[in-house]
């Protein structure tokens, strides 16, 4: 097969071509073998002609030939056998395989992509034109593999071996070369002697084969030169003496071996004869075990087998003894059928003979111009013999059956009459008929028709071929002769498709019949294999796959399996290359023809369909079809030796899910374990191999670094800290993260610090593993590997250790380089090993595996080794807990098992970053696996004694936490940081000296008290500094350092410390953080410092709940003359349930907090100082509160007494929870910073003006209301403390002791909110800001201006007036007002009533004396008075209040005006005396 894309056009061509006999002295033959060649090798590479060739047809009409190529073949005298032709086609299927290292082509087809191992295919495959430019290409290629290689082999040496019939003579050869040397004694005499030779094989009765064309055969005469030895001017007087003797036109001096084959090869000649020759392997290499050693060097020439017969002996002076067919059998048997069901075993040594054939040089002897003189020689004899003879027989067969039939001039007239429907004339034969057709004489007339026809399809005339073959089709249906009507039919069919420019469709019918013909009349299965490869060919270029695939299938049969295995492949390749692709029936077919090829010994070939075929099974569902594929594949490949590829196909059925029976299952696995060790045996002292059983979760391992954790002891509770048993949160780890990002901010001053990191304990596929993770030496490191059984039989891993690579290195070296060191073995790495491993049928099981670093370095995890085995039946164990099931020889092996390995691969998190990684997919890397051990760093341990695990909202609780440093290293630095800094402190700087254990302190008060024996209620005032309790600015309140005494920790040494507690404001359960913070005394170049963590659940129940109102006192100055007074009303509701068994509180106290006002005394009407509230009961207490004096930068703290002590509320834990509360809420609550600073740049107008209105109506005071509780518990009966706060931002405005209205809303009710509703109306605090416009000035609400100006007029409630003297009463009345700005205030006071019915209704009628409108300026803080007149007509009770006062801000150009609304009326009862 030429290494070309044929079209099928090409392949008909190729397939059909004139044949050339050659009949060679010994001593040309002679010459042609210092080439290694013989001469029909030699000249085959040169049998295509590249020019087009010119002949005329019978009606003189100028026909074109292209690409002509002719068939040169020596002359072989006996036909092929059956037996042979079989052993033929099967060693050449054999051969043929799939090039190993190309380059496989992927066919989408629907969903599936397909990966057909071979370069190239049909270039008349639609989806295909795409690619036929790079094809094309591959034209070249010294790799080049076709689609099927082993089908074009087995086609073309079908074709070749076909014997010549006496029905057609397309087999038949046309003319005969004579080839002798000029180097013989008598040239022309040799001559002489091979031209008898040919006519005694063609005439005498002793041959009756070859076939030859016609009784005149073409001779012509070829003299061999070697010109490197001969003499030039003797070979030119012979061939002077040829041409005179047999014409120009009929020899031919042929001038080769120009180089003499003893010079060396200075310059690098092509070998154009290697893709010939290396089809002839098999026949080269003892093709045969039982038959003779019989030289084949042309087996797979494009035509009919081109096959050297020569022999030593000669016989009447001639080289050539023709022997028997190179493939007959040394034993033949009449009755061996070619399609027999017989099978010929392939040669075992094939391959071996293969291997050892060594590459044989071609044509040393040959220049590029003997290779010139070669092509130009096959031109000449075509050109100049070949044509001109076939155009005269053709006219002469056109004459003859003209003056036989007495028709008219031409043929073309005669078929005309024909088609048109004239009456046949009678045959001139009248054989008997039998149910296979008669058999005609060599001269009969249809004979001649169908000889002309031949001869005319030969040279490319397919009109007039079609016509003879139309015409002797007829003849041989009328006389019955269903042989010679077949092959009329099926040369048609290819006539009609051959023509050019397509005048007639391709007429598939023709063929059908054709086949049916050959295979039910005339049984002859090997025309009809070649009909239906003709006629598959022709379809599949007219893109009918479908046609194609049901004419292969049809073929198909029982007796013999290469050819149906070869047919059904084909056919599975037509489904595949449909327009629309049936994957499935692709696949089906490739498993038949697998089936086949193993019946028929191709084992290779059939592994190779069964593999095609699973590439559409795989992965679809059908778990049965592809475990019957695997277990085929790996059996084919166990039979072939390669072991790997039937590991893998084993493999394949263990790991899948197959819905195969357990029993079935433990077969497959059994399989695989034997051919395992099969394999292991080969190689004991090798690497471990990859086990498929049990399947790992690589993703899911997962890594811990460090100790377990341990178990609480009595009333002793150690750190949670993080454990391999806890799930993995995401909203948790953030909180944790920020945490740690925030305690090394604050240890490093305050200092961000970029791309921070957060310290790692427990790696997995959710954390952050771009970073090499980091241990620390004699620490162990723990790595859970999570094993799953697929299969419904147990799986028992004994001796199952981790596999590790470690490299030794100082990280603490003086020139601060690490430093490899050299060290082995268990002295750097310790290893777990568990000697069994049990997995239940489809169980998934964790196993954690632990290495124990002796030394720093970089340690690699690589995977796990063990061996794989099963136990003894099949009893599946459940409920066995995993540790005993480590418990050695509790499970009993079966005796097969193997050692093996799995790797622990993880693919990194996709890249989704730049462009570049959102286009292309790329993964980063995961590193959870490669940790870096460090050197020595201190541990800690923290303990919890007597936490509570249950606390009222608000109570204060005392505890203790115990340090204790585990290590060899001193810690310090100790840090604690939390979200939830109000629920705990150590105690400020000013802390009072507690006792030191828990006992000692079991009856003591958490908080600083003093006695009072004071009467009256009064407050008692201090003032502290917010950052003496963290709460200054510089300071993070949620970092707290731990007070531990020298700021150290030995190894070894332990420390308690107290610890309050205050129970969070919201009812339930709280889940609270702490992350404790140290370092290292001595500083480290990997680790900074440690964490440990620690959750801490606490359940709050109902308490108290505390509301508070400020309000501006109506007094412009109180009795002592001191400034602005204000009352606050506080209202305080037990609304704890019997639950708690809390029979009642007591409020003890209420202190203020502000940097401006404190409390001042309590207005309380009743005389009982005790304020006991019940179970829904509420207090309401009214306090007055006066301005501070003394510098804003420090708090005042003042306390208001309601029992026999007072509580200082300045030290800890008191000022300790209300400044970390204060903070919370400041952090929960934006809003009030925002009151300060307007948003928006188009504001800056508002900015000043808005803060200084705001600022009239802010407080600032914070109320604290700390109270006891006497609980009943176990009949004792116990006394709880606590403490509630309110923020107070503004006056008027409500404030609640919980942070949020919907918690406190929870809390009540929804029937006790909705009167507190009622009883309180809300008032935004930001609602006068409009954050949406920024073209109109956002405008404070009346509230919020009425505050710049405090009124109040002074007149007498009553005045007596005689009316009947005066009917006019004037009645003197006093306006004060008080700005209580910082700054100065414009005000108008405007007299004029309204007016609207409504007003004059309300206010009745009397009027202002004086001016209507009074303008002047208040300066800040000053109070000024008015004198007014106010005039009445009557007697009545009026209303004063109606002036109207205006107020805006001195310093500013937008006016911000309002009415001055007085929230009481101002009445005046008016007598008449």
Same mark, same amino acid.
């Given at each position: ?29 002679? *010459? ?124 073309? /040496? +079908? ?206 002897? *040959? ?166 490869? %003709? ?46 692709? &049936? ?74 899910? /197959? ?5 079935? $299952? ?31 979760? /690589?993703?899911?391992?997962?890594? +811990? ?125 310790? !290893? ?16 954690? %595996?632990?290495?124990?670093?002796? $030394? ?29 099931? *480590? ?8 005796? &097969? ?176 953080? +702490? ?219 409500? !404030? ?7 918690? +406190? ?47 109040? *007029? ?58 209507? $409108? ?60």
């Amino acid at each position: 097969m030429a290494q070309r894309v044929q079209s099928a056009q090409e392949f008909l061509q190729d397939s059909f071509v004139p044949l050339v006999a050659a009949l060679c002295s010994e001593e040309a033959e002679r *010459l042609t073998r210092k080439n290694n060649l013989g001469f029909c090798e030699l000249v085959k590479p040169f049998c295509r002609l590249t020019s087009e060739v010119h002949m005329r047809d019978p009606n003189n009409q100028l026909h074109i030939i292209k690409n002509l190529k002719i068939a040169v073949n020596n002359i072989i005298t006996q036909p092929p056998q059956p037996g042979a032709i079989r052993k033929l086609l099967s060693d050449v299927v054999t051969v043929s395989q799939p090039a190993e290292g190309l380059v496989t082509n992927v066919i989408t087809a629907g969903d599936y992509d397909l990966n057909i191992s071979d370069r190239s295919v049909k270039a008349s495959v639609p989806w295909y034109s795409s690619w036929k430019d790079t094809l094309m290409g591959l034209n070249t290629s010294t790799c080049y593999s076709a689609t099927t290689p082993w089908f074009e082999a087995y086609r073309e /040496s +079908f074709l070749q071996s076909m014997p010549a019939s006496d029905h057609e003579f397309l087999n038949h050869y046309v003319a005969c070369m004579l080839v002798v040397s000029s180097n013989e004694p008598e040239p022309v005499e040799q001559f002489l002697k091979l031209s008898q030779e040919q006519h005694r094989i063609q005439h005498s009765n002793e041959y009756s084969y070859p076939k030859w064309f016609i009784p005149n055969t073409l001779k012509y005469y070829v003299l061999l030169h070697d010109v490197s030895v001969g003499e030039e001017q003797r070979a030119d007087s012979v061939y002077e003496e040829m041409k005179q003797r047999y014409g120009t036109q009929g020899c031919y001096l042929l001038k080769i071996n120009s180089r003499g084959s003893n010079r060396g090869t200075d310059e690098q000649i092509p070998d154009p004869w290697s893709q010939y020759l290396q089809k002839n392997i098999i026949q080269n290499q003892e093709p045969y075990e039982d038959g003779p050693c019989t030289e084949i060097p042309n087996k797979h020439s494009d035509h009919f087998i081109p096959l050297d017969g020569l022999n030593n002996d000669s016989k009447d002076g001639l080289s050539n003894n023709f022997k028997t067919h190179p493939l007959q059998l040394e034993h033949t048997s009449n009755s061996g059928c070619f399609d027999g069901t017989d099978y010929v075993k392939p040669n075992p040594s094939f391959h071996e003979s293969k291997k050892s054939n060594t590459w044989t040089p071609h044509g040393i002897c *040959l220049t590029l111009t003997d290779h010139d003189r070669i092509r130009q020689f096959i031109q000449e004899f075509t050109f100049r013999g070949l044509l001109p003879h076939i155009e005269k027989t053709i006219r002469q067969l056109n004459d003859q059956l003209i003056s036989r039939k007495g028709l008219s001039r031409s043929l073309f007239s005669a078929t005309k009459k024909w088609f048109s429907g004239s009456k046949v004339p009678e045959k001139s034969v009248n054989e008997l008929k039998s149910t296979s057709g008669l058999l005609y004489p060599p001269e009969a007339p249809e004979l001649q028709i169908r000889k002309m026809a031949d001869l005319c399809f030969l040279v490319q005339h397919y009109e007039l071929a079609y016509s003879c073959y139309h015409t002797a089709k007829k003849d041989f249906l009328n006389d019955q002769a269903m042989l010679y009507a077949a092959g009329a039919l099926e040369m048609a069919a290819v006539s009609a498709f051959l023509q050019p420019g397509a005048p007639r469709p391709y007429p598939a019918h023709y063929m059908d019949t054709a086949i049916q013909t050959y295979r039910d009349i005339c049984k002859n299965m090997l025309l009809a294999e070649r009909c239906v490869l %003709l006629s598959a060919e022709i379809l599949k270029s007219q893109s009918k796959y479908s046609e194609a695939a049901s004419l292969l299938i049809r073929l198909t049969s029982e007796d013999l399996d290469l050819r149906s295995a070869l047919l059904l492949e084909q056919s599975a390749h037509c489904y595949i290359n449909m327009k629309s692709p &049936m994957v499935r029936k692709f696949a089906f077919y490739m498993i038949l023809a697998g089936h086949r090829y193993s019946k028929a010994g191709q084992k290779k070939h059939a592994l190779r369909c069964y593999c095609q075929a699973m590439q559409v099974y795989k992965g679809k569902g059908w778990s049965l079809a592809e475990d019957h594929i695997n277990f085929t594949i790996g059996r084919q490949s166990f039979t072939l030796q390669q072991l790997d590829n039937a590991i893998s196909a084993f493999r394949h059925i263990l790991i899948n899910d /197959s819905k195969q029976t357990a029993a079935q $299952q433990g077969a497959f696995l059994r399989e695989y374990l034997y051919v395992y060790r099969n394999v292991s045996q080969l190689s004991p002292d090798g690497p471990l191999p990859q086990l498929p059983l049990p399947y790992i979760n /690589s993703s899911a391992t997962r890594v +811990f670094f460090g100790h377990d954790r341990r178990p609480a002891e009595g009333e002793k509770q150690a750190a949670t800290h993080i454990s391999l048993d806890q799930e993995y949160d995401s909203d948790f780890s953030q909180q944790w993260k920020e945490l740690e990002e925030q305690v090394v901010s604050a240890a490093n001053k305050g200092t961000t610090i970029p791309n921070f990191q957060p310290t790692q304990y427990c790696l997995n596929k959710y954390s952050d593993n771009s970073r090499f993770p980091l241990g620390v030496v004699e620490e162990p490191i723990t790595v859970e590997v999570a094993f799953r059984n697929p299969l419904k039989v147990p799986l028992l891993l004994t001796d199952l250790s981790l596999l590790w690579k470690f490299q030794p290195k100082d990280f603490i070296s003086k020139n601060g380089q690490a430093k490899e060191l050299e060290t082995c073995g268990k002295d750097m790495i310790g !290893a777990e090993v568990i000697s069994e491993f049990l997995i239940n049928s489809e169980e998934t099981k964790m196993a954690r %595996l632990k290495l124990f670093p002796h $030394q720093t370095g970089e340690l690699h995890i690589l995977g796990v080794a063990y061996n794989l085995g099963t136990i003894q039946g099949t009893t599946v164990l459940d409920g066995i807990d995993p540790s005993v099931g *480590l418990q050695t020889g509790k499970y009993l092996s079966n005796g &097969m098992s193997v050692r093996g390995r799995q790797d622990l691969e993880i693919q990194g998190p996709r890249l989704n970053n730049t462009k570049e990684e959102k286009t292309a997919i790329k993964y980063g890397p995961d590193r959870r696996l490669d940790p870096i051990i460090t050197e020595e760093m201190p541990l800690l341990e923290v303990f919890f004694i007597n936490f509570p695990t249950g606390l009222l909202c608000g109570e204060i609780r005392k505890t203790y936490v115990e340090f204790v440093n585990v290590s060899k290293c001193p810690l310090t630095g100790v840090k604690v940081v939390s979200k939830r800094p109000e629920f705990f402190t150590f105690g400020g700087s000013n802390a009072i000296l507690t006792p030191l254990s828990p006992s000692a302190s079991e009856h003591c008060s958490a908080y600083k008290t003093v006695v009072t024996h004071s009467t009256s209620v009064c407050s008692l005032v201090s003032s502290v500094a917010s950052s003496d309790f963290g709460g200054g600015s510089g300071n993070q309140p949620e970092v707290v350092d731990v007070p531990l005494p020298d700021s150290v920790l030995l190894p070894g040494a332990s420390v308690h410390l107290p610890m309050w507690l205050r129970g969070p404001d919201e009812e339930g359960v709280h889940e609270i953080n +702490f992350l404790f913070y140290y370092e290292s005394i001595r500083k480290h170049s990997k680790l900074c410092h440690r964490v440990l963590r620690h959750t801490a659940v606490i359940c709050t129940s109902r308490s108290l709940t505390v509301q508070a109102t400020v309000f501006r006192s109506n007094a412009l100055e109180d009795e002592k003359g001191e400034g602005d007074n204000m009352l606050v009303f506080v209202d305080v509701e037990n609304i704890n349930t019997s639950e708690a068994g809390v029979k009642e509180f007591h409020i003890v106290q209420v202190s203020s907090n502000s940097k401006n006002w404190k409390l001042k005394e309590s207005i309380n009407l009743s005389e009982d100082k005790d304020i006991k509230l019940a179970n829904r009961e509420k207090g309401k207490l009214c306090l007055k509160a006066v301005r501070c004096k003394h510098s804003a930068e420090h708090f005042t703290f003042a306390d208001i007494v309601f029992g026999t002590e007072q509580i200082i509320s300045s030290t800890s834990p008191c000022a300790d929870f209300f400044f970390r509360s204060l903070h919370s809420e400041l952090k929960r609550s934006p809003t009030q910073q925002n009151m300060n600073t307007l948003q928006g740049p188009g504001k800056q107008s508002l900015d000043d003006a808005g803060r200084l209105i705001l600022k009239c109506s802010e407080v600032d005071l914070n109320i604290i209301v700390l109270w006891k509780a006497y609980v009943v518990e176990d009949n004792k009966q116990l006394i709880l403390e606590g403490q509630h706060h309110v923020v107070l931002h503004a006056v008027g405005n409500e !404030a609640f002791s919980f942070p949020q209205k919907q918690g +406190f809303k929870k809390v009540l009710g929804n029937s006790d909110w909705e009167d507190l509703e009622q009883e309180s109306p809300e008032i935004g605090l930001l609602n006068f800001f409009r954050p949406d416009s920024t073209s109109v000035p956002a405008r404070p609400p009346s509230d919020q201006l009425s505050n710049l100006i405090k009124t109040r *007029l002074h007149y007498p409630e009553t005045f007596d007036h005689s009316f009947h003297q005066e009917s006019l009463c004037i009645v003197p009345v006093t306006l004060l007002l008080s700005n209580c700005s910082q700054t100065d205030v414009d005000v108008i006071i405007d007299l004029r009533h309204k007016a609207s019915a409504e007003t004059l209704e309300i206010h009745g009628s009397f009027t202002w004396l004086g001016k209507t $409108q009074y303008k002047l300026q208040v300066k800040s803080q000053e109070v000024c008075t008015l004198q007014l007149k106010a005039c009445f007509v009557r007697t009545g009770v009026y209303n004063l209040g109606t002036p109207r006062v205006f107020a805006k801000l001195s310093d500013q150009v937008t006016l911000f005006e309002t009415s001055q609304q007085n929230s009481m009326p101002a009445l005046i009862i008016i007598n008449n005396i």
